[in-house]
């Protein structure tokens, strides 16, 4: 191609909205030979080989006012991407996988996204993994994990691909992005500068990887988790107990220790379920917390608030959370199903949703109240709500069938939410709902019953006891006046 046909095709791209980036170097694992321009579809990754990346360009939708409780939702332009992990970049953009089209994409937090296409990919095979290191450099295990690419929003200079064995997730460390092997072919390997060949003694990771706050990589196994060397020749294997096996995701801990997530792994006929989250503590003890038996944990993430995230994809689908004090939830967004979450530089969950081609972005404060059914034997704990307190006097309407309660809720992590009853002895006069933001106050609508309708009717005020029941299950009553 010659130059004024590569600008003229430029050009007719930028005019198209497609942004074509400069040709990328593609490297090989092999002896460099001849640099040629080759079809991006092309199935082999040849040596020196230099391809024009392009990235198809989504702006952000326009700004809307949030309300509470609200959630923001970026459909991704690929349809039937098969959307799978994001992460945080370190200037607060948000990268993700597209497997099911070997795409990687990107997102802010104002919602623009882009989709860059993967060179080299065989026909028929799926991109798995991606990760992002300290410099913000992405690094991708593509084509069924036999390729890997090392890209750089800001590098001037060509991005870098590697033919490697099998692997299942990439992550990076201190020094050297590390991948870890399918149950088919386990393994663990590295790469400085350039892959790294197997250790012959390295552990048999098949899929779960993460690195601890030591720097040291941790990866899972059936049924055990392994702290990795520096170097990937060995590593200390923690046996995990009978009812915690299968460590789907890991990652390092608000405690400085090393986490996981686990659960049964499902069947084609059955969703993932018995789920727990756990660690291995000061005395190399594993503990676990279960979430639920229609809960299954996945995509682990620790936040800036001392919180462990995760998503559940289990029958019970949501973002779930949990301290090291065991005090947690699992919430359910709208109809959305998570797959793959990240904590925002703006402070919310950003999560991918596979089956509905999507991302989602959903503030914290509407995230800390289980509202979906995790099943038996969970043990996460409720978060405590702030106090509530109800004003003395509560006043019907003229036609007695509805009253106004004036409700305030304390400081506090989360709004307070519940429900409110009025009774009369034991005669049930009003009832309603609650939710009232942190540090302030609001009016609640109670329905009036027959009861009290009789009851105004003979006297123009009542003595009554409101009970505040708030999500968590705990209660508050206070004496008051029902007047007409």
């Not at 990076?172 to 350039?194: C, K, M």
């Not at 989250?277 to 001392?306: E, F």
């Amino acid at each position: 191609m010659t130059m004024r046909a590569a600008r003229v095709r430029r050009a007719m791209a930028m005019a198209a909205g497609i942004l074509v980036l400069p040709a990328l170097s593609i490297t090989g694992l092999g002896v460099p030979g001849a640099v040629a321009e080759t079809d991006p579809s092309a199935d082999a990754l040849g040596p020196g080989q230099r391809v024009e990346l392009t990235v198809e360009h989504t702006p952000a939708p326009a700004r809307r006012a949030a309300k509470a409780g609200s959630f923001q939702v970026f459909p991704v332009p690929t349809s039937s991407a098969g959307l799978r992990r994001i992460t945080t970049a370190p200037n607060g953009d948000m990268w993700f996988i597209e497997t099911e089209k070997n795409k990687l994409g990107r997102i802010t937090t104002s919602g623009a996204i882009d989709e860059f296409n993967l060179p080299y990919v065989t026909a028929g095979y799926t991109a798995n993994d991606l990760d992002v290191d300290a410099s913000g450099a992405v690094w991708v295990a593509y084509d069924y994990g036999t390729k890997v690419l090392r890209y750089h929003p800001l590098d001037a200079g060509p991005a870098t691909a590697w033919a490697v064995p099998t692997s299942l997730s990439i992550r990076s460390g201190p020094d050297a992005v590390w991948l870890a092997g399918s149950t088919a072919a386990p393994g663990i390997r590295r790469i400085v500068g350039s892959p790294v060949p197997e250790d012959p003694n390295s552990p048999d990771c098949d899929g779960a990887l993460g690195r601890g706050r030591d720097g040291l990589m941790w990866c899972g196994q059936f049924d055990r988790l392994v702290q990795i060397n520096a170097t990937g020749s060995g590593g200390v294997a923690y046996p995990l107990p009978a009812d915690a096996t299968y460590p789907y995701s890991v990652a390092a801990g608000p405690n400085g220790r090393i986490w996981f997530g686990r659960d049964d792994g499902g069947s084609w006929f059955t969703s993932p379920a018995r789920g727990s989250v756990g660690w291995v503590g000061d005395n190399n003890q594993v503990g676990t917390i279960r979430t639920g038996d229609r809960t299954a944990p996945r995509s682990l993430v620790t936040g800036p608030d001392g919180n462990v995230w995760f998503t559940s994809v289990g029958a019970a689908k949501g973002i779930g959370h949990v301290n090291a004090a065991g005090v947690g939830a699992v919430v359910q967004v709208g109809n959305y199903e998570p797959t793959s979450l990240t904590y925002g530089a703006d402070g919310a969950i950003w999560f991918t949703d596979e089956a509905n081609n999507s991302i989602v972005r959903v503030g914290r404060e509407n995230l800390w109240v289980t509202n979906v059914n995790v099943g038996a034997n969970s043990q996460l704990a409720p978060h405590a709500q702030p106090p509530v307190s109800a004003k003395k006097k509560l006043k019907a309407d003229k036609k007695r069938k509805k009253a106004k309660l004036t409700v305030s809720c304390g400081s506090g992590l989360m709004a307070c939410s519940g429900t409110v009853v009025v009774k009369a002895g034991k005669k049930k006069l009003a009832s309603g709902a609650y939710a009232v933001a942190v540090n302030s106050g609001g009016k609640v609508s109670l329905k009036l019953t027959k009861a009290a309708r009789k009851v105004l009717q003979r006297s123009r005020s009542v003595k009554v006891t409101v009970v505040l029941t708030a999500a968590t299950g705990a209660t508050t009553t206070r004496k008051a006046t029902l007047t007409r």
